[in-house]
C-alpha cells in the first residue's frame, strides 16, 4: 500500500495567510487523516507546489503526481478537498478524472474518501455539484467513451477478481494471475466438475488457508460467482448486474441485481485465462442442471432478502431454493447459526409486524415526561466518542516518535476505531423516543399489513423494507422448528 500527498494553497484560503503557514495547516489536518485510515506517506510522495496557480500547468507537481497516479503506483492520494486537485480549465479536470478513475486510486480527504473507479459511489454526485452539471455531463460522457474504448481492446478496468492483479499491456489496464490465488480457482474449477458443491468447496478452500479478498472466507455464494464468471477464461463481461440507488423504499440501502446471463457483454480479454474454456462450459453444463429454476432471474424471489441478520455473527441471512420442503433461510457462514424454513420466519415477521405496531400505538400517548436522561446518556457517550478520537490521532505521534512500531499502531488504530464505531451506533440508538411520528408509523405498517399477501416476492420485499430497518434472527440448538426468536428495527419516521 503506497499513499502520496499533495499540498497547494489555493482560492479557498486565506489570501493574507503566508503559504507556509497555510501548508503547514494542512499538513497537520493530513496527518490525523493520515491517523485516521491508518496509513502512512513516505517523504518521497509528498507533493507541494510552492507558488499557488490554477492552470494544471503553472501546478508542475500535480503534473508530476499525475503521471504516478496514471501508472498506478498509489493506492490513494491524500489532500484537503477535491476541490484543490480539480481547479483549472475542465480540460484539466477531465484529465485528472481520467486518471484517478482509470487507476482506480483513491481520493483521501479529512472529510471522505472518493472512489471514482465505484462506479456506485455517491462520489459521482458530489463531483456534480462540484463541476457544475454541464461540465459534468461532458466529462461523463468523456470517461464513457474512455472506458468503451478500453473495454472494446479487452483492458480490464474494474477491481481485479479474485485469482488475479492488475497489470498493464502497452497502455491498457488489464489483468495477470496471482501466483497465490490462481491455483485456488483452478482447484474451485475442479472440485466442482468432481461433484462438489459450493458450500462444500467453500469449506475445503477455506481449510487450505485460501482468503477472499474482502470477506473473512470464502462462502457459497462467492464460489459460485467465480464460478460463473467468464472473466477466468480470458474473457470480460459488462451489465452482469444492475445495482438499483438507495431509494426510500429499499431502506436507503443498495440492491444490486444479477442480469439473466443472455443479457451480459462478453468479449474477448487481453489476459490470459486461468481455466480452460472446457472446464467452464462443463461447470455452466452442471449448473444448468442442478439449478432447475435459473438462479439469474433478474428479480428478487426471496421476501426477507437483506432484511434478516444472523443474530450470532451479524450476517445476513439467505434463502436456499434447492430443499425438499420449501425454500430455508441460513446464515452465509455455514453452521453459524440453526435455520429455518423461510415460510415460518415468514409468517412470524409479519405477526411481530403487526403486534409491533399494536405496542406502538397503545405506548404513544403513555410517555412518562419524567424519564428524560436521554440528554444525559447521549452527553456521556458524545464524550466517550472525543477521548477516543482524541487516543485516536495520538497514536500517529506515537509512531512517529518511534514509540510504537507500525504493528502496534495498526492494531491500536483498529481497537480504537471498532470503539468508535460502536458508540456512534449506540449513539444514533438513544434518540428520544417523542420525536418519532408514531401515527404515520403505524399508518405505514397497516398498510403494508392489508396488502402483503397479495404481492409477489419482490413487491412483498420492497414493502417489508419501507417499513424495517432490520430484523435480528435468533434460533438455539435443538429448537423446534418454529421456535426462533425475531428483533423488529422499525424505520423511524420522525416529527
Ligand atoms: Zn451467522
Known amino acids: 500500500m503506497r499513499y502520496a500527498e499533495y499540498l497547494r494553497k489555493s482560492r479557498a484560503d486565506d489570501p493574507s495567510e503566508p503559504i507556509e503557514v497555510t501548508l503547514a495547516r494542512h499538513r497537520e489536518a493530513l496527518r490525523q487523516c493520515m491517523a ?64 484517478f478513475k482509470l487507476s482506480g486510486t483513491k481520493i483521501i480527504t479529512p472529510n471522505k474518501v472518493y472512489d471514482l473507479s465505484d462506479e456506485n459511489d455517491e462520489t459521482y454526485t458530489e463531483f456534480e455539484t462540484f463541476l457544475g452539471r454541464q461540465e459534468y455531463k461532458m466529462i461523463k460522457r468523456r470517461l464513457r467513451r474512455g472506458i468503451k474504448a478500453t473495454v472494446e481492446s479487452g483492458g480490464y478496468i474494474a477491481n481485479a477478481p479474485y485469482g488475479y492483479e492488475k497489470t498493464r499491456i502497452g497502455k491498457t489496464p488489464s489483468l495477470k494471475p496471482n501466483p497465490e490465488e490462481a491455483p485456488f480457482v483452478r482447484m474451485i474449477f475442479d472440485l466442482y466438475l468432481s461433484g462438489m458443491g459450493c458450500q462444500r468447496i467453500a469449506d475445503r478452500i477455506n481449510s487450505l488457508g485460501a482468503k477472499p479478498r474482502r470477506d473473512v472466507q470464502f462462502s457459497r455464494t462467492t464460489i459460485r460467482n467465480i464460478l460463473q464468471n467468464p472473466v477466468y477464461t480470458g474473457h470480460i463481461v459488462w451489465d452482469r448486474k444492475t445495482h438499483i440507488r438507495p431509494s426510500r423504499q429499499s431502506g436507503g440501502k443498495h440492491i444490486t441485481i444479477y442480469n439473466p446471463q443472455e443479457s451480459w457483454t462478453i468479449v474477448d480479454g487481453l489476459h490470459q485465462g486461468i481455466v480452460p474454456q472446457e472446464t467452464f462450459e462443463q461447470v455452466q453444463g452442471i449448473f444448468a442442471k442442478r439449478h432447475r429454476s435459473p438462479s439469474f432471474t433478474g428479480v428478487i424471489e426471496n421476501p426477507l432478502a437483506g432484511l434478516i441478520v444472523c443474530g450470532n455473527c451479524g450476517h445476513n441471512m439467505q434463502r436456499q431454493a434447492d430443499k425438499r420442503g420449501g425454500p430455508m433461510l441460513l446464515c452465509q457462514k455455514r453452521g453459524c447459526i440453526v435455520s429455518s424454513k423461510l415460510h415460518l420466519v415468514e409468517e412470524a415477521l409479519i405477526s411481530r409486524l403487526r403486534e409491533e405496531m399494536n405496542e406502538l400505538v397503545q405506548n404513544a400517548g403513555s410517555e412518562s415526561p419524567g424519564e428524560d436522561n436521554t440528554a444525559q446518556t447521549l452527553k456521556a457517550i458524545e464524550r466517550q466518542i472525543a477521548t477516543a478520537k482524541a487516543q485516536d490521532s495520538r497514536l500517529y505521534d506515537l509512531v512517529e516518535q518511534g514509540v510504537y512500531d507500525t504493528d502496534t499502531f495498526l492494531q491500536r488504530h483498529a481497537a480504537l476505531s471498532q470503539r468508535i464505531a460502536d458508540l456512534e451506533k449506540a449513539r444514533t440508538d438513544i434518540r428520544p423516543r417523542e420525536q418519532l411520528n408514531v401515527p404515520k408509523m403505524a399508518e405505514r405498517i397497516q398498510e403494508v399489513l392489508d396488502s402483503y399477501f397479495d404481492m409477489d416476492s419482490q413487491q412483498r420485499n420492497e414493502l417489508l423494507k419501507s417499513v424495517l430497518e432490520k430484523v435480528i434472527y435468533k434460533k438455539e440448538p435443538g429448537a423446534k422448528p418454529a421456535e426462533f426468536h425475531l428483533t423488529l428495527f422499525l424505520l423511524p419516521i420522525y416529527l
Do not use: N, T, W
Open 36 to 99: 485516521k485510515h491508518a496509513l502512512v506517506v513516505a517523504p518521497e510522495d509528498v507533493f507541494e507546489e510552492v507558488a499557488s496557480g490554477d492552470s494544471l500547468y503553472a501546478r508542475p507537481q500535480m503534473l508530476k503526481l499525475l503521471e504516478a497516479v496514471e501508472q498506478g503506483v498509489y493506492d490513494g492520494v491524500l489532500c484537503m478537498d477535491i476541490q484543490r486537485l480539480g481547479r483549472g480549465s475542465m480540460s484539466d479536470q477531465g484529465a485528472i478524472l481520467d486518471a
